[in-house]
């Protein structure tokens, strides 16, 4: 018999960086709100105080989720069989209070305004035969000019740092020109850059593109934010992804919401305690959910609203784990709309060059102290002639080198990674080669999609996700052209020799990490025929169920996703404040 | 049935206080689940987020090679990593920077993988011809052998198992090829076999492209990890690289120009952050799975 708790208003799944945010903007207002996470807890003191270990973090995961207990199965199509991903590969979700918002990399990004009226857009420029065939790329349903205040509000929260390109259509120098109107500036400068970053810079401005620092959710300095919280300038330390931060410089649940959320008293959160699944009552409507605590009781939360707050691909699982009689496929899933619109992104380094002799620093600074450019980004340039849509960031690789994991990538001339002429490349080239890398986006496909797999099973019994996903010609034309774009940069950037060069897209495999970013499954959209959601991520078949995070996403822009994570919760926040809770379980319009 | 391990009240109230203490929030951070319990068994995965536990202290002191490996492993072992990353007293390699007892270490703390790993069946199992989804899979899952590769690792051993078999299984071909066991082979026959099993030339050893990258990624761990792991002894792996190893910080200038006076140090080098704060004097197992425990 499971213990039952007191009834809460809102109960969350996961108590990451959504989560915090509606807890900081809604328990402030009197709203009761409990967040049930399947990880431990930490803080910046003393968790991180010494956490400069690349064994314990970035070869043994220790901030992620635990594979021992789930995974995540993957094939390359319907077709094809589906293994588990037994050891971390691809993407790393990470567990424990702030989720995955505490190890990330703090890239911080707005998407572009056409991004979010993709299909639209494509069709207004090239007709609609430009769209791939089976490509189900569809608009968000918001638009830029409805998010700006909330990207905004988000950037100014977390103390960003960068340089805008583009404030209210004025076009500032240095910053990225590419990018939508911004009402306003970062609210701290961008940071430094390594060299690397600065020869990629100056061969792109040679080449008549447009380089400027990433933006970064990382402050360049020291800052107090709205709330109150002190956070420290970044250190350039070198352990910034897979680490928690211990001067607080990148932003997270832990220096940001988090703190807010717990000073009001209405907020709660649950550590070691696995959601099984949200319950619904004869209307369909949910009433709490189920969860396990670390010895195995299971618990039961009632609560007027259930928050799908988890990472993008246990989001999905979630809805498709919580089926009842009124809901037998799963929560949002009346018309199979669940896992459809899952997208991912290309991440691999096209070039490689080695610079004989010099010293690039690339084990200092973090994934920010780079130079990136977006004129081959999204239809920043003319499609009309090409045989793809879309587009990539080109940037200089992030930095943050760790020997452990990053000297078996250099070969001998043989190809081999070990023996004594190549330990002569690694001592004198470790620090001598770099690469550009892409991130490019990801179009949604009808075989292309997320669902639970029939043969394998977590810790509590319960079926895993299965991920079907592989690239299509679309990306590989894609990447044939970046590639050569790449080329042509790492040409001007004047290296000793390049050691490589992949004018073809690799295959994808689940071996290799590419970025924690899958993105889509419960996408927002404007009908339910189309979508899980409307836009407030406001489940259609069950109007009490929200999910939050880039499962929402109907497809994956060239850029990472925080950015935008915080701006559609914020607005989700503003909504349910203002609106929702005036008339519960009504959809809000 | 999966080892587990106790967890005492007071430890995990020790840790919530530390926690709650020191961002000065006066809300509820309830961790439900970590009362005590008449049976209060906690899953060792819990240790997997339990980040305030400090890497060990104790190096051991000196490169013994006796916890997990047996006489004959061990000299086999020595053989293959001085192979991986050949070294001498003044320019040092793996043997010289103690990789075999870090190996060795490894292997007896942990009952099985060191990383968080899903070991649950079925496995695959790899035929030469396409073969569907199979949704109804019991004992294994047939999977084209072109393709597997793209699945990453599914092995079905421990690499306790895969080490034992895989000594065992080199030797042999040891001896049927050159009539000989392997650490009393030449060093360019030695190399010559190391290539074939990585290329999986070695028709005797089925599996020798997976040994030997276990091996392979177990000799960077060595070299390049924290000192205080039991390898990169006198920090041979990072100053082989030019890596300054664990530093606090590097100025803006240091980014763009290089480092300003910085000695090569490992983790216990590092300035303490708010010295004057207690640490939690516990020390559980490093971030892995599956090690049993008893405290």
Same mark, same amino acid.
């Given at each position: 018999m499971a213990v039952k708790h007191a009834r809460v208003d809102v109960v969350t799944i996961g108590a990451g960086w959504t989560a915090a945010m509606l807890a900081a903007k809604l328990c402030t207002n009197g709203t009761s709100m409990v967040s049930l996470e399947q990880g431990g807890t930490r803080w910046t003191y003393p968790h991180f105080a010494h956490d400069h270990d690349s064994l314990r973090y970035s070869v043994r995961y220790a901030m992620m989720v635990d594979l021992q207990r789930e995974t995540w199965t993957w094939r390359p199509n319907p077709n094809a069989p589906a293994l588990p991903m037994r050891q971390y590969g691809t993407f790393n979700p990470g567990q424990g209070?702030?989720?995955?918002?505490?190890?990330?990399?703090?890239?911080?990004?707005?998407?572009?305004?056409?991004?979010?009226?993709?299909?639209?857009?494509?069709?207004?420029?090239?007709?609609?035969?430009?769209?791939?065939?089976?490509?189900?790329?569809?608009?968000?349903?918001?638009?830029?000019?409805?998010?700006?205040? $909330?990207?905004?509000?988000?950037?100014?929260?977390?103390?960003?740092?960068?340089?805008?390109?583009?404030?209210?259509?004025?076009?500032?120098?240095?910053?990225?020109?590419?990018?939508?109107?911004?009402?306003?500036?970062?609210?701290?400068?961008?940071?430094?850059?390594?060299? $690397?970053?600065?020869?990629?810079?100056?061969?792109?401005?040679?080449?008549?593109?447009?380089?400027?620092?990433?933006?970064?959710?990382?402050?360049?300095?020291?800052?107090?934010?709205?709330?109150?919280?002190?956070?420290?300038?970044?250190?350039?330390?070198?352990?910034?992804?897979?680490?928690?931060?211990?001067?607080?410089?990148?932003?997270?649940?832990?220096?940001?919401?988090?703190?807010?959320?717990?000073?009001?008293?209405?907020?709660?959160?649950?550590?070691?305690?696995?959601?099984?699944?949200?319950?619904?009552?004869?209307?369909?409507?949910?009433?709490?959910?189920?969860?396990?605590?670390? $010895?195995?009781?299971? $618990?039961?939360?009632?609560?007027?609203?259930?928050?799908?707050?988890?990472?993008?691909?246990?989001?999905?699982?979630?809805?498709?784990?919580?089926?009842?009689?009124?809901?037998?496929?799963?929560i949002g899933n009346d018309r199979g709309r669940v896992g459809k619109n899952y997208t991912y992104q290309i991440y691999p380094a096209p070039v490689t060059g080695l610079w004989k002799g010099e010293q690039l620093n690339m084990y200092m600074g973090n994934t920010c102290t780079i130079k990136i450019i977006y004129d081959y980004n999204a239809d920043n340039f003319d499609h009309s002639d090409l045989p793809f849509i879309g587009g990539s960031q080109l940037y200089s690789e992030p930095c943050e080198r760790e020997p452990v994991n990053s000297v078996g990538t250099m070969k001998d001339t043989k190809g081999r990674s070990w023996g004594a002429a190549w330990k002569d490349e690694i001592r004198s080239g470790w620090d001598s080669q770099a690469s550009i890398v892409t991130e490019g986006e990801s179009l949604p496909y009808l075989d292309q999609f997320v669902d639970l797999d029939p043969n394998y099973r977590d810790k509590w019994g319960q079926p895993l996700l299965r991920i079907s996903f592989d690239w299509h010609q679309n990306q590989r034309d894609l990447w044939r052209y970046v590639a050569q774009r790449s080329l042509e940069i790492m040409k001007a950037m004047n290296p000793t020799k390049i050691v490589d060069f992949k004018p073809e897209i690799p295959a994808y495999n689940i071996e290799k990490y590419q970025s924690t970013h899958p993105t889509g499954g419960c996408i927002m959209g404007t009908s339910p025929e189309h979508s899980v959601t409307n836009t407030y991520g406001q489940v259609w078949d069950t109007p009490n169920v929200f999910v939050t995070g880039a499962a929402l996403f109907p497809q994956n822009p060239g850029a990472n996703p925080t950015g935008t994570v915080g701006a559609v919760t914020y607005r989700t926040a503003e909504a349910m404040a203002e609106r929702y809770f005036k008339h519960p379980d009504e959809l809000l319009t | 049935m999966k080892p587990e391990r106790r967890i005492t009240r007071r430890r995990l109230l020790q840790r919530a206080g530390v926690a709650a203490a020191t961002v000065g929030v006066g809300g509820?951070?309830?961790?439900?689940?970590?009362?005590?319990?008449?049976? +209060?068994?906690?899953?060792?995965?819990?240790?997997?987020?339990?980040?305030?536990?400090?890497?060990?202290? *104790?190096?051991?002191?000196?490169?013994?090679?006796?916890?997990?490996?047996?006489?004959?492993?061990?000299?086999?072992?020595?053989?293959?990593? +001085?192979?991986?990353?050949?070294?001498?007293?003044?320019?040092?390699?793996?043997?010289?920077?103690?990789?075999?007892?870090?190996?060795?270490?490894?292997?007896?703390? #942990? +009952?099985?993988?060191?990383?968080?790993?899903?070991?649950?069946?079925?496995?695959?199992?790899?035929?030469?011809?396409?073969?569907?989804?199979?949704?109804?899979?019991?004992?294994?899952?047939?999977?084209?052998?072109?393709?597997?590769?793209?699945?990453?690792?599914?092995?079905?051993?421990?690499?306790?198992?895969?080490? =034992?078999k895989g000594l065992a299984t080199l030797d042999k071909v040891a001896k049927k090829q050159h009539g000989n066991r392997f650490v009393k082979l030449d060093e360019k026959t030695q190399t010559k076999l190391l290539a074939d099993l990585e290329d999986g030339k070695v028709a005797a050893f089925k599996k020798s492209k997976a040994f #030997?990258?276990?091996?392979?990624?177990?000799?960077?761990?060595?070299? #390049?990890?924290?000192?205080?792991?039991?390898?990169? =002894?006198?920090?041979?792996?990072?100053?082989?690289?030019?890596?300054?190893?664990?530093?606090?910080?590097?100025?803006?200038?240091?980014?763009?120009?290089?480092?300003?006076?910085?000695?090569?140090?490992?983790?216990?080098?590092?300035? +303490?952050?708010?010295?004057?704060?207690?640490?939690?004097?516990?020390?559980?197992?490093?971030?892995?799975? *599956?090690?049993?425990?008893?405290?």
């Open positions: 209070l702030g989720g995955a918002a505490v190890h990330w990399s703090g890239q911080l990004w707005r998407y572009l305004s056409t991004d979010f009226r993709y299909r639209s857009h494509v069709i207004e420029r090239y007709g609609a035969k430009k769209i791939p065939e089976g490509c189900t790329a569809q608009d968000w349903g918001i638009t830029y000019d409805e998010l700006e205040r $909330h990207y905004d509000a988000f950037e100014w929260d977390i103390g960003a740092s960068g340089q805008a390109g583009n404030i209210q259509g004025r076009k500032i120098p240095g910053g990225n020109p590419f990018e939508s109107p911004r009402s306003r500036g970062f609210p701290n400068p961008p940071l430094e850059v390594t060299p $690397h970053g600065a020869n990629f810079a100056a061969a792109c401005t040679e080449l008549g593109l447009h380089p400027f620092t990433q933006p970064s959710a990382i402050t360049s300095r020291a800052w107090t934010d709205p709330y109150g919280n002190h956070r420290g300038g970044c250190m350039y330390c070198g352990f910034c992804t897979r680490f928690g931060c211990e001067v607080d410089a990148k932003a997270s649940p832990l220096n940001t919401h988090l703190p807010v959320a717990l000073n009001s008293k209405n907020y709660e959160v649950r550590t070691h305690a696995k959601v099984l699944r949200i319950e619904t009552g004869k209307g369909g409507l949910a009433t709490g959910v189920t969860y396990v605590d670390a $010895h195995g009781t299971e $618990h039961f939360q009632p609560a007027d609203v259930v928050v799908v707050s988890a990472f993008t691909l246990e989001n999905n699982r979630m809805l498709l784990l919580s089926r009842s009689k009124a809901h037998p496929d799963g | 509820a951070l309830a961790a439900c689940g970590e009362e005590e319990h008449p049976a +209060a068994q906690v899953a060792t995965n819990v240790d997997a987020t339990d980040l305030a536990a400090p890497p060990p202290t *104790q190096q051991p002191i000196n490169c013994m090679v006796t916890a997990f490996f047996t006489h004959d492993e061990a000299e086999t072992v020595d053989a293959i990593v +001085a192979r991986l990353i050949p070294g001498t007293a003044d320019d040092p390699g793996a043997r010289e920077a103690c990789v075999p007892a870090y190996i060795d270490h490894k292997l007896a703390t #942990f +009952a099985s993988f060191s990383t968080p790993t899903y070991f649950q069946p079925p496995f695959a199992k790899p035929v030469q011809h396409p073969s569907g989804p199979q949704p109804h899979a019991t004992d294994s899952i047939l999977v084209e052998a072109k393709e597997l590769p793209r699945y990453g690792f599914q092995g079905s051993s421990t690499p306790q198992d895969a080490y =034992r #030997f990258k276990m091996v392979l990624e177990d000799v960077y761990e060595g070299m #390049f990890s924290d000192p205080v792991y039991g390898g990169n =002894r006198d920090l041979a792996g990072w100053k082989l690289v030019g890596y300054p190893g664990a530093q606090r910080a590097y100025t803006a200038y240091e980014l763009r120009n290089g480092p300003q006076h910085k000695r090569v140090q490992g983790l216990r080098d590092m300035p +303490a952050m708010n010295p004057g704060v207690p640490q939690p004097h516990v020390i559980l197992p490093l971030a892995g799975t *599956q090690r049993t425990e008893s405290r």
